[in-house]
């Protein structure tokens, strides 16, 4: 059987993989490169979530890429947006020829002798297996698991009379008109659905277990539209783009220095905004520290909107049972639904998913360290992409890009096949792979690699510091080992 070889392979045609592929049909355009794609359209997340409202929780000149200039007059964009603007890209740069969809890459080996990766894919429908060999894994499919999201086992659920949705599962037929909704969940998902759907449903209770940090911001960048009517497209965006990353260091590092201040600040801007009757304390005041979870992003204060119109309402309890007609709460209180949406948090996977293999040994993820947040302690010619959990995923994956084809073209340069992070450093030690409290990461340290308390393992989550060190640091570190076969 003749194994198909290409030089670069690109797992997941999302916002990180589309980027991948125009970085290196940019700056590596002697390096060919195929994406393979699970599903069956470009797009990734956007595509896959369909859930009333469904928008970013990043303003997009920072989630937008570093090389194509977000011009649409809102910052805050829906996913239909988001999506095109993925397509538009794709199409823009001739990068359709290149995607396979229906590929599911489940396991991948390397061979140190042979200098390459041989890739197990399922394909189609009748998931039939294909084997593709390739130079260099470049792994872009995000850490969410597309086939699931999470939900927890609540009491009572065969009970319920009516539906009981995820929000990742969510489907055309799905009708909330006139109809009392209950949405279980206090996160970026649950603070999109409640205004969006509020709009029809009879009334939309967003029940949470304990409150999440939220904070209104224009859907509108006024100076952003301002500076795209008078400036090159690129130049408007490059400042928006400055000024909104300096402006989330800013506000970052003040959460992390000043936390009671940054608090109180939060706090006071949802006081205003829902009125002096209503109980702040109780449904918008976390016991934890700000940036300890991710703020949610409520654009134009929607969500607020919703609330004071009377169109929603908020309730901090907790599930004692699912009845027939609805949910009943420890406290006594009953809910009554029609339908439930268990906006309850995602299931993360590393890599993809993917089963790794190198010269026979299995990498097993928690006891793997991650060298600079994209590529992994022992595992050669391979990187992947994760976005910063306090700014703009796309942030970190442009940097991410910039450095494999840096990477690419040094290895070129030398004549180099190889290329890996070796751990060295007997006094590095393992941390969890993200300093993160939120559900969904507790749930998932045990999936991911570790990081080290000292660079280059360390994940700083710093924009500013991860462009010294991936766009201009040097690429043989000491600790990236380039080298030919063994």
């Known amino acids: 059987m003749t194994v198909e070889h290409i030089d670069v392979l690109i797992v997941g045609a999302g916002l990180s993989g589309i980027g991948a592929a125009v970085h290196l049909s940019k700056h590596c355009p002697e390096r060919g490169f195929a994406i393979l794609e699970g599903r069956d359209d470009l797009g990734g997340t956007w595509d896959l979530f369909r859930y009333p409202g469904v928008r970013s929780d990043s303003d997009m000149y920072t989630l937008g890429y570093s090389f194509r200039p977000w011009t649409a007059a809102k910052a805050i964009a829906d996913g239909p947006s988001i999506l095109k603007y993925i397509r538009d890209t794709a199409h823009d740069h001739d990068l359709e020829r290149h995607i396979r969809y229906g590929h599911r890459v489940k396991r991948a080996s390397w061979s140190s002798t042979e200098s390459h990766w041989t890739v197990q894919v399922e394909k189609g429908p009748g998931a039939e297996s294909v084997q593709i060999t390739c130079n260099f894994l470049f792994v872009c499919g995000g850490y969410y698991n597309y086939a699931q999201g999470y939900t927890p086992d609540f009491p009572g659920v065969e009970r319920f009379a009516g539906r009981i949705v995820h929000p990742q599962k969510w489907t055309p ?7 009392r909704v209950v949405i279980i969940g206090s996160g970026a998902t649950a603070v999109t659905l409640v205004p969006s759907m509020a ?33 090159p497209a690129h130049l408007a965006y490059g400042i928006t783009r400055w000024k909104n990353v300096l402006m989330g260091m800013f506000f970052f590092r003040l959460a992390k220095r000043k936390p009671e201040r940054v608090k109180q600040l939060m706090i006071n801007g949802v006081r205003h905004a829902l009125g002096p009757d209503f109980d702040v304390q109780k449904h918008f005041t976390p016991s934890y520290k700000p940036w300890d979870q991710r703020v949610c992003l409520v654009p134009d204060a929607d969500l607020f909107t919703a609330i004071r119109k009377g169109r929603a309402s908020v309730v901090t309890d907790q599930i004692e049972t699912f009845t027939e007609a609805g949910i009943q709460l420890r406290s006594g209180q009953t809910l009554e639904a029609d339908l439930v949406v268990t906006a309850t948090g995602l299931d993360l996977v590393a890599v993809g998913g993917i089963e790794l293999v190198v010269d026979d040994k299995p990498v097993v993820m928690p006891k793997t360290m991650s060298y600079k947040g994209m590529m992994l302690a022992g595992v050669p010619n391979f990187a992947y992409v994760i976005g910063y959990t306090n700014a703009s995923w796309t942030l970190k994956g442009d940097l991410t890009c910039e450095f494999v084809c840096r990477l690419l073209k040094r290895m070129s340069k030398r004549g180099m096949t190889q290329c890996t992070p070796r751990l060295l450093d007997a006094s590095v030690q393992q941390e969890n792979w993200v300093d993160f409290s939120s559900g969904y990461i507790q ?18 989550q710093n924009y500013a510091r991860d462009i010294m060190t991936l766009r201009y640091g040097a690429i043989e570190d000491g600790t990236l080992v380039l080298s030919s076969c063994s």
Do not use: C
Not at 201 to 224: E, G, I, K, N, W
């Open 173 to 179: 037929d799905i009708d909330y008109a006139n109809k």
């Open 199 to 231: 709009e029809t449903a009879a009334h939309v209770t967003m029940l949470q277990r304990s409150p999440t940090y939220v904070v209104a911001r224009p859907a509108q960048d006024v100076l952003a539209n301002w500076l795209n009517r008078h400036l």
């Open 443 to 460: 749930r998932s340290l045990d999936k991911f690699p570790t990081q080290g308390n000292k660079k280059p393992w360390r994940l700083h």
